[in-house]
């Protein structure tokens, strides 16, 4: 199940008042990346890209808080509210990998539910590449190459292991979907190629 689109709206709109930051403009720009994606993909529904990238990432709304947590809150959350889809994506949109990101056993409570739920997942469906796509097209200010948005987070985070195969990753994800598309991803994203050449100062969580 699924929350309609005013509800997934209404639901950052909250979130945002809890913890407020560029993370619900950078929400808002991946479900708009997923939707219109989506309307040049046959087989895939807009309205639920558009819905599921909305909520990709509320489980910050609990704070400042570190990946695997706000995976598994926003799933927490999801479940709660019994949209399940939402839920599923919340878990998959950080582990561009899927099950390949987990040759370790994890030790926090977040991180062995993640495994877990991902292991007994299957197959990274349309929606789960969708979504870790657009995770890495959008910015807070709008839509950006792939490599500009990289760039982006090791500014912010630093060189984390795996970026590389991520980013690997996302570039045969976009090929993959511009093959069925018959144009490129950038096409459909608005004014990309002027918010690519922005250099905004590089956001970073509040020192604590």
């Not at 959350?77 to 561009?96: D, V």
């Not at 495994?115 to 796509?133: P, S, T, W």
Request: net charge negative; glycine share 8%; with cysteine.
């Amino acid at each position: 199940m699924l929350p309609t689109v005013d509800e997934a709206m209404n639901e950052l709109k909250c979130a945002e008042k809890l913890n407020p930051g560029p993370w619900v403009a950078h929400s808002m720009n991946v479900g708009l990346a997923a939707r219109n994606i989506a309307e040049k993909l046959q087989g895939v529904n807009p309205e639920k890209a558009y819905i599921l990238g909305l909520l990709h990432d509320i489980g910050r709304r609990v704070g400042i808080v570190s990946i695997p947590t706000h995976v598994f809150e926003g799933y927490k959350y999801c479940m709660e509210k019994g949209w399940n889809e939402a839920a599923r994506i919340c878990m998959t949109h950080s582990y561009i990998g899927m099950l390949d990101w987990f040759d370790y056993e994890p030790e926090s409570l977040e991180e062995k539910e993640i495994k877990k739920f991902i292991m007994n997942c299957g197959e990274a469906d349309d929606y789960d590449r969708l979504v870790q796509l657009c995770d890495s097209l959008a910015t807070d200010y709008g839509f950006v190459i792939l490599e500009k948005r990289f760039v982006d987070v090791i500014r912010r985070y630093g060189i984390m292991e795996n970026y590389i195969k991520g980013w690997d990753l996302a570039f045969k994800i976009k090929e993959a979907f511009e093959a069925r598309m018959g144009c490129s991803i950038y096409d459909v994203l608005p004014d990309i190629g002027r918010t690519t050449l922005l250099c905004p100062p590089s956001w970073k969580p509040p020192a604590k």
